[in-house]
């Protein structure tokens, strides 16, 4: 059931003790405005909008002029119609007015990339080098070299950057603080305050600082489930040198009781198998992460660029090379076992292959079904589906930048009273 506001015939001085107030009643509104358009499968008039939202015509148009005026919606071109009558001009949102900036940093590269309100990707950018030998300092300030060009890459095409996101691989707490980032060798590193002095990532937007710190994994977990690919509820495994999960349940992603669920790539596949950098045995990503599968296809310490390596794979894969199908299989036996474990907890029905295991989907899939199939005990009626993600190696960068205006979506009353 959808809740609508209606801001027509509310008398504030009138209103009883513990009535929204008038100011609120225009949030409410531009929120729920903002928000049919940016659902809409087709650009909605300003009279459909009064149809469903159940304001007046005269409400819709005030809002949407607010809206036009802070670069949030723009008329589309009419669409013809058969009949008298002008067609009524549509209303989508703008992509020339506030913009989200993502960014990611992994085990071996930094990414930044600006999305538009509309969600189209304006600018993406890797710079790939290996950082567990560069201290957290050096690596966010490389990280804040390459925010700085894309911000000036929305500048030229005259976005203004609202907030920026950045994941990481790793634990990280409410103040933005990477607790353990195991892979980096990251510990109780405090993210924003080593940003300190680097725009737009120390700017505050409403109040509100501008940079959120997140777990990639989620991240990415959130750019495939906006990009209307994924269904309500389903597991998002970014395959990289580490291993992370996102988990959406009914649309929501799933985040535990303090922010640090999905850390898929430290369960046990063999509790006595080789060390890991987490302080455990037999890690998953001791059996599946990137080195460990190159490793097993006899490609370790290969010139082997880490952007390429799961291009390379896959076409060595695909040319029938015995050694690295053997990889891809022990790959897919590991990843099926974890899997079923959580599909066993969750009840999910969909695993989403993300980050390098995107490419390598046609490998590892028959082995992770094989397992599944052997684990789930529902799996004889239930089937799971496993399926490569819809943007591959970006979705963290993506996701990211796409948590920013969709805050805007949800709140456009912060970013007009900035204008």
Do not use: K
């Not at 007046?56 to 670069?71: C, F």
């Not at 119609?81 to 071996?108: I, K, S, T, W, Y």
């Not at 937007?205 to 959130?222: C, F, I, Y």
């Amino acid at each position: 059931m959808t809740t609508v506001w209606h801001c027509q015939g509310v008398n504030p001085t009138a209103a009883p003790a513990g009535a929204v107030r008038q100011g609120s009643l225009r949030e409410l509104n531009l929120a729920l405005v903002l928000g049919r358009i940016a659902a809409a499968d087709r650009p909605p008039s300003r009279a459909a909008l009064a149809a469903e939202t159940g304001l007046t015509r005269a409400t819709v148009s005030a809002v949407v002029e607010d809206l036009v005026a802070g670069r949030l919606v723009t008329e589309a071109e009419p669409t013809p119609r058969a009949g008298a009558g002008r067609p009524a001009r549509g209303l989508v949102l703008a992509g020339d007015g506030p913009a989200g900036l993502g960014l990611e940093v992994n085990v071996d590269y930094l990414a930044a990339c600006v999305v538009d309100l509309a969600g189209t990707v304006r600018h993406h950018a890797v710079h790939r080098a290996d950082l567990r030998p560069v201290s957290p300092t050096d690596a966010l300030g490389r990280l804040a070299s390459i925010a700085a060009t894309a911000r000036a890459a929305a500048d030229a095409e005259g976005l203004t950057l609202a907030g920026a996101a950045l994941g990481v691989p790793g634990l990280v707490d409410d103040a933005g603080r990477v607790r353990l980032a195991p892979n980096l060798g990251w510990r109780d590193v405090p993210v924003p305050q080593l940003l300190a002095g680097h725009p737009p990532l120390t700017e505050t937007v409403d109040g509100v600082p501008a940079l959120v710190v997140d777990n990639e994994a989620n991240l990415a977990a959130l750019g495939e489930l906006h990009a209307g690919a994924g269904p309500g509820s389903f597991l998002h495994i970014s395959g990289e040198v580490g291993i992370g999960a996102g988990i959406v349940l009914d649309g929501a992603l799933y985040r535990g009781a303090r922010g640090w669920s999905g850390e898929i790539g430290h369960i046990p596949v063999r509790p006595d198998g080789p060390p890991c950098r987490c302080g455990g045995r037999g890690c998953l990503e001791q059996y599946a992460g990137q080195e460990a599968i190159l490793s097993a296809a006899g490609l370790a310490g290969a010139d082997l660029p880490a952007d390429t390596a799961p291009t390379r794979l896959a076409e060595l894969a695909g040319d029938g090379e015995a050694t690295v199908r053997r990889a891809l299989r022990e790959a897919g036996t590991a990843l099926g076992v974890t899997v079923a474990s959580v599909v066993n907890l969750l009840d999910l029905d969909t695993v989403v292959l993300g980050g390098g295991y995107a490419a390598l989907t046609p490998w590892l899939r028959p082995q992770m079904l094989a397992e599944i199939e052997r684990r789930v005990l529902t799996a004889a009626w239930a089937p799971v589906t496993v399926r490569p993600a819809t943007l591959g190696a970006t979705a963290a960068a993506v996701g990211a930048a796409g948590s920013v205006v969709r805050r805007i979506i949800a709140r456009p009353a912060g970013w007009l009273s900035r204008l």
